[in-house]
């Protein structure tokens, strides 16, 4: 059965996802030509993200580019909720930040939500989110983000400083808002209708800490503008400005349908697996393939509902002409999928091989980058300079 409809919430993404109805049911912009004409400008050159519409809408980043321009830098802000380890689709966010970094030489504020997975996930203690949040910490200096410029906290780690500015926020933002913009119920736990407010504070955290309002720009998939939608209404009643966001789509798992989801063991693809466990999981993937190898060679396969041609379009085949050479191969039956899917585990055993020598790595330089309550955070980021 085709499944028509389709989910995407900041906790659950499922079913065959109609972006274009998730643009205007979410009041999102698409990002255009010119508004990426205007990014080139300044980063002087355009991420495959971007030509690809991996990165496909917005609020407000024509604002932040022409602050920007004036001289009035941005900051980054993204995050990630620690409920286990890190897939390849969390990655696409965060490689797109990186590349933020370098080109606009900005900082990054990372918040690790372990609260909320803690509030979200019945199968999580508290003790567990907040280790995961170190794990995962890994994964981002993996990325090689510049210690300089950035900052990785964990919400219980740095809840002090937090918190002071949740309650504000969180006074401003009723039970009806709550319920109309994540579904949340009469018996959520009161955790869950708090916790979006401790998602809207790094929008806020470096204007509160420097005095003066400065501009912040938000990566991620489009699962999370919902917290930012409460911000944008909420932070302009505390003086402060909207943040701008940046929304990705979803890498697939490699089943039919949906988000990589860490919750479906074999459709995700985690940074710590096995040269095996890629092998096995892509080799089991939902193609766009026939049902046999001979009707395949005749009548060609079909890369447009393929999980793997998603992979190589997203991730793993960022060369225009490489892309399309195994697109028409596919169309022509000229591939068959078991050599396409044993190209893309050779090519994500590529990747993880380099991303655990790094992952590895970081276990040393993790420090350089975390902060909890007793750093002082006024002028943290010029003294590391
Ligand atoms: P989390 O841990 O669910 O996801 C971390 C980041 O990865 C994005 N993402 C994906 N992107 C592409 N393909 C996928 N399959 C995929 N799955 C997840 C998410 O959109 C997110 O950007 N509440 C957040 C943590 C958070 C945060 C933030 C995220 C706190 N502050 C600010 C973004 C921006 C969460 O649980 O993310």
Redesign the pocket.
Known sequence: MIDTDFKVT??E?SGDIDYERVVSEFGVSLLDDKIIQSIKKYANEIHPFLKRRVFFAHRDLDWILKEYSQGNKFYL???????GG?????????IFTKWLQDRFDVELWF???DD??FFFNNNITLEDANRFSYE?ALDVVALDFDYKKTIIFSDLDLSGVLYRQAAKIAKKITFSTIKATFGLTENSNIGQIFYTS??AV??ILKSVIEERNVPCL???????DP??RVARDVLPKLGFNKPA?I???????LEQYG????SSENS?IFTTDTENEVRKKVMNAFTGGRVSAKEQRELGGNPDVCSVYKYYY?LFMLDDSELFEMRSKCINGEIICGECKMILSEKINKYLRHHQEKRDRAKKLLDKYTITEQVDLKGLIDKRR
């Open positions: 900041p906790w993404v802000y993204t995050g990630r909720g620690p409920s890190v897939h390849l689709g969390h990655l696409v966010p965060w918040q690790m939500t909320e997975k995962n401790m998602q790094p929008a938000i990566p991620q998939a489009i699962d999370q917290h930012f966001v929304h990705s789509i979803f890498l697939p798992g988000k990589m989801s860490a995700a997203i």
